[in-house]
């Protein structure tokens, strides 16, 4: 192990102090700021860690590290912790996409930076990494704020000040998990924005407007107008067009209607052979000469 490596703070310590471990190192920085590693670590010796909270990795965002990796190297070391019994392997900390792209560059060594983390520590700042990746969907974002919260014990003013977010961003992303699951997974999908789904979460019809959001391309602005009008009760529904009847479907209708003394109506579909008849009647007697009607023989 090198000898410069850091030496743990102890179990217990904030999250700051936690993440300061991560994202700084002061005594082992070069000119340009980037962090040295501790040493080079052949990259079979290296494995992922088995609790990683994130399962998926965009192939094109790696393919894109990857061929950067290939042209200029892996800048950032990974932040690794030694495998308990096992002389010279290192499991992940922070940077599996670093050491995916390697692989697929290539590279037969990565540089490494050792920490001394217990299990606890490593599940928390894979979730914070994730966390603070720029494609994370606000869904995935949320997801990962309130684990921190019922794992950990964080509050939103910890999390706001260990990772540089706002309380209200934080608050704000949160509220999202309160969502439907369907709208949830619109706004996964990239369907829907975060203002898209925030302006939903009072609204009664979030489902439906969320649907009007997509088909309509409506924006922020007009999402939240629209949701103003459901709860007024002015749902603003496209009304479907008014098909005008024939001569000959009203005079059917007049027709039947003085037969039966009842008012009827005809809905025959546009080209189709298909269609209703709807008879209204006014009292049970009406009622009575209907049915004597339809189940003579």
């Known amino acids: 192990m090198a ?14 102090a936690l993440m300061a471990d991560v994202n700084e190192s002061p005594v082992s920085q070069n000119d340009s700021g980037v962090r040295r590693a501790d040493m080079m670590v052949p990259i079979e010796n290296i494995s992922p860690n088995p609790d990683q909270p994130r399962r998926r990795f965009d192939p094109e965002h790696l393919e ?16 690794v912790r030694e495998v308990a019994g096992e002389n010279g392997k290192y499991e992940i900390v922070a940077g599996e ?20 983390f217990n299990d606890t520590e490593v599940l928390e ?25 019922d794992k950990f014990g964080h509050t939103q003013e910890v999390l706001s000040k260990a990772l540089g977010k706002s309380r209200s961003h934080i608050a704000n992303l949160m509220r999202l998990l309160n969502l439907s699951p369907d709208i949830q997974e619109m706004l996964e999908e990239g369907k829907l924005s975060a ?3 925030r302006a939903l979460i009072t609204s009664d019809h979030a489902e439906e407007i969320a649907k009007r959001i997509v088909a309509e391309g ?11 009008k459901y709860a007024s009760g002015e749902t603003d529904k496209p009304k479907k067009p008014k098909v005008e ?14 037969n039966l003394g009842m008012k009827v109506a005809i809905d025959h579909k546009p080209g189709g052979e298909a269609g209703q008849i709807t008879i209204k009647y006014t009292n049970m007697d009406q009622l009575d000469e209907l049915c004597r009607i339809l189940s003579a023989t």
Do not use: F
């Open 3 to 16: 000898e410069n490596k850091v030496k743990s703070r102890g179990l217990g310590r904030g999250l700051s």
């Open 64 to 79: 894109d590290l990857a061929n950067s990796i290939r042209e200029k190297g892996v800048i950032q070391p990974l932040i």
């Open 97 to 116: 996409r670093r050491w995916r792209a390697s692989q697929k560059a290539q590279l037969h060594e990565l540089p490494v930076v050792i920490r001394d």
């Open 125 to 149: 700042i894979a979730i914070i990494e994730n966390i603070q990746r720029s494609d994370l969907n606000p869904v995935e974002e949320a997801a990962g704020y309130r684990q921190l919260m």
């Open 195 to 197: 203002g898209h789904a």
């Open 218 to 228: 409506l924006s922020v602005r007009q999402t939240e107008g629209l949701v103003k």
């Open 245 to 258: 009847k024939d001569a000959d479907t009203k005079a059917l209708e007049g027709d039947l209607g003085a």
